[in-house]
């Protein structure tokens, strides 16, 4: 049992959710991280949809690793992530539909994050199943983490409200005669942008050795 | 055998394929129905919507026997035809030419007073969007409305979603005399006239999809509409 969460085991789980993160270090999946971070509730169905197809593609390729044709590589790589990828989109359909209908072509549009095929190649594809695994949870949840700080400060700013709660008062606002409006650009995936942005300045200036020298 | 070989690749990728495509369609059949009821599901809360009951996925099936009273297809020229209204799909009676439209209604019954619903469909700015809007039993006076959308501009024109924008055609009349006038969306908070609404500010294109989407199936409607 020790063996499974070795320190190198355990590394290559927690690396991702710091300084090897997917999205704010290594700049990958920045796309969907705009696009589905307007609400709290979208972000971490997201996050966990993301999670559970890098794992079990990393898996998956794993165990095939020493069986697939090096021509044919790239091509058997997108028929498991694109299965996986349909496979929940199916299961979100029938059981969370309403977050399906949020999420819309993003589901489907996980295939292309570059996280899940960077993984594949780089890592699942060379290790053994077990480090594959957490290497894709703790990817996965590298993603999912910084869509969930994204969207919390979108939803709060933008909407008034955390994971659908009122937290800004109705009263507060001018059209009830308050002195409050909600900030319309947080709604925008530009703003989303700019908030990864100052993620990746915080992290950076908390992480001097992740600062390039010039 | 020799694994960079073509035999192998080529026996590798066919395998590799039927495996997947049988893995999808169990999925895809196991999962189907419970889809579909979702689906359903949506299309009572959206109807039930437009005459001001609110409702959940859980409890829309009952809600709807509960209001809505009949339901039936006519045509354009306002004749009743064989089928049932809540199967009809908008989205594909849309491209057909309007003779051939199957043109459904719902007849709902509201603290004893008879509300016909009808549904809507056009085009907004980035894409389709769609919707119902209920008539008083004079099938003059807008009693509601429920509007969706495929992707319209967050915080612009998705605003047509909103209750507030909802609640401004209650009560306006979609006939002037007996000419047929619809509801006009007017910008810049000039509306004043028993046919007129306020748009949506930054949503100018969105709120005429709204204007002549609602224009164009009324038109469709008129001959079931002027039949007093």
């Known amino acids: 049992m020790s063996a499974l969460f070795s320190a190198k085991n355990r590394e290559v789980m927690l690396n991702p959710l710091s300084k090897g993160n997917p999205v704010i ?19 971490i169905v997201m996050g966990l949809s993301v999670t559970a197809v890098t794992a079990f593609s990393n898996v998956i390729l794993s165990l095939l690793r020493n069986t697939i044709p090096t021509r044919i ?66 990817n996965g949840l590298g993603y999912g983490m ?12 933008g909407s008034g409200t955390l994971y659908g709660f009122r937290i800004i008062p109705e009263s507060w606002y001018m059209q ?39 | 055998m020799n694994k960079q070989g073509n035999t192998y690749t080529f026996l590798y990728s066919v395998i590799l394929v039927v495996v997947v495509a049988a893995l999808l369609s169990i999925v895809s059949l196991s999962l189907q129905p419970r889809q579909n009821e979702n689906r359903q599901n ?11 009951v609110s409702s959940t996925a859980a409890n829309s099936a009952d809600l709807f026997d509960k209001y809505i009273k009949e339901q039936f297809i ?65 099938k003059d006076t807008v009693f509601g409305t429920f509007f969706d959308h495929q992707g319209e501009t967050p915080g612009l024109g998705a605003e047509i979603v909103t209750p507030h924008f909802n609640e401004q055609f209650r009560n306006k009349q979609i006939f002037s005399g007996n000419k047929l006038v619809g509801i006009q969306v007017i910008k810049g908070g000039n509306a004043t006239g028993p046919s007129e609404v306020d748009a949506i500010s930054g949503g100018t294109i969105t709120s005429k999809g709204v204007e002549n989407m609602i224009k164009n199936y009324l038109t469709y409607y008129e001959p079931f509409l002027k039949q007093r």
């Open chain 1, 25 to 43: 270090v290594l700049v990958l999946g920045i796309c969907s991280a705009l696009a589905v971070t307007a609400k709290l509730e979208p972000a």
């Open chain 1, 73 to 138: 590589r790239i091509i058997v790589q997108l028929v498991v992530v694109a299965a996986l990828v349909i496979i929940v989109d199916q299961l979100l359909k029938a059981y969370a539909y309403e977050v399906s209908k949020q999420l819309s072509v993003y589901v489907g549009l996980i295939i292309t994050n570059c996280i899940i095929m960077g993984r594949i190649e780089a890592f699942a594809l060379a290790n053994k199943p077990w480090p594959s695994l957490l290497d894709g949870i703790g």
């Open chain 1, 146 to 157: 910084i869509l969930v700080i994204v969207a919390f400060f979108r939803e709060l700013l």
């Open chain 1, 176 to 214: 009830n005669g308050g002195y409050y409006l909600n900030n319309g650009l947080m709604i925008m995936p530009a703003m989303a942008l700019i908030l990864v942005g100052l993620i990746i300045w915080v992290h950076r200036s908390r992480n001097k050795d992740l600062i390039e020298k010039n």
């Open chain 2, 42 to 52: 949506e299309k009572r809360q959206n109807i039930l919507s437009a005459i001001h």
């Open chain 2, 74 to 138: 006519i045509n354009a020229k306002g004749e009743k035809v064989s089928g049932k209204a809540f199967d009809v799909n908008i989205e594909q009676q849309y491209k057909k030419p309007l003779a051939e439209r199957e043109l459904p209604v719902f007849v709902a019954e509201v603290d004893g007073a008879t509300k016909y619903i009808l549904p809507i469909y056009g085009a907004g700015l980035w894409g389709p969007i769609w919707g119902y809007i209920s008539l008083d039993d004079n």
